[in-house]
């Protein structure tokens, strides 16, 4: 591992401010973090209303913290904190420096489970929310796409095990984030976002 893989660095973004960090937290205590997260969360298949009709979210989720949520026009009933998202948030908290009072917990099962183009811009979040992303288990594609500039070309990135992605700033005025799905074989991935929500 390089020196600064556990550390966030600024990624090059106009009109955002996002770091990434490719191994925040190194492989054996990532791999004890995901066993923890997919045996402990309340995992839940929600379903979202698609042209008039119900159809199951292609993954899990799982929604904690002190504070109602609404999110992809779901109202979110927080569960009270599990000891391990306290002691991810305590990581969280010191490498970005914010406070977070709520998390949302997605397990992509296989390559088809996924996330369409989307901005965390729900009002509760306020004008410049702070969203760290804490993944772990298999790594898969994501991408920021512009929601203007056609100059500017989408930025992969790849999630990998342990990674943590800080977007604060401007960026989900101006950018927006996907996971796509995949036909590739991938292994079960589970991804934290840390957000901090008004009341
Ligand atoms: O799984 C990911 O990395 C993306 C999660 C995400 O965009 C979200 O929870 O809003």
Redesign the pocket.
């Known amino acids: 591992m390089r020196p600064d893989e556990n550390t966030l660095q600024q990624l090059a973004m106009p009109d955002a401010e996002v770091y990434f960090a490719p191994a925040f937290i190194r492989s054996p205590q990532s791999d004890v973090y995901f066993e923890r997260l997919l045996r402990e969360a309340n995992w839940q298949q929600e379903s979202i209303k698609l042209f008039g009709r119900e159809v199951p979210m292609p ?1 899990l989720t799982a929604w904690y913290g002190d504070k109602a949520y609404t ?1 992809s026009g779901l109202q979110n009933k927080p569960q009270p904190w599990l000891p391990v998202l306290q002691e991810l948030r305590e990581k969280v908290e010191q490498a970005s420096g914010q406070k977070y009072n709520s998390v ?1 917990l ?1 397990f ?1 099962r296989t390559g088809q489970d996924s ?1 369409g183009w ?1 901005a ?1 811009n729900e009002p509760e979040l306020g004008r410049q929310p702070s ?1 760290a ?1 804490l ?1 772990f288990g298999g790594e ?1 594609r ?1 991408a920021f796409k512009h929601r203007t500039r056609q100059d500017l070309r989408p930025v992969p990135l790849i ?1 990998s095990h342990g990674s943590l ?1 800080l977007m604060q700033g401007p960026t989900q005025h101006h950018w927006l ?3 796509p799905k995949t036909s590739k074989s991938v292994q079960p ?1 589970i ?1 934290l ?1 840390f957000r901090f929500v008004n009341s």
Do not use: A, C, P
């Open positions: 993954r999110y949302l997605n992509y996330m989307h965390d969203i992303s993944s898969r994501f999630l992605l984030h996907q996971v991935r991804n976002t």
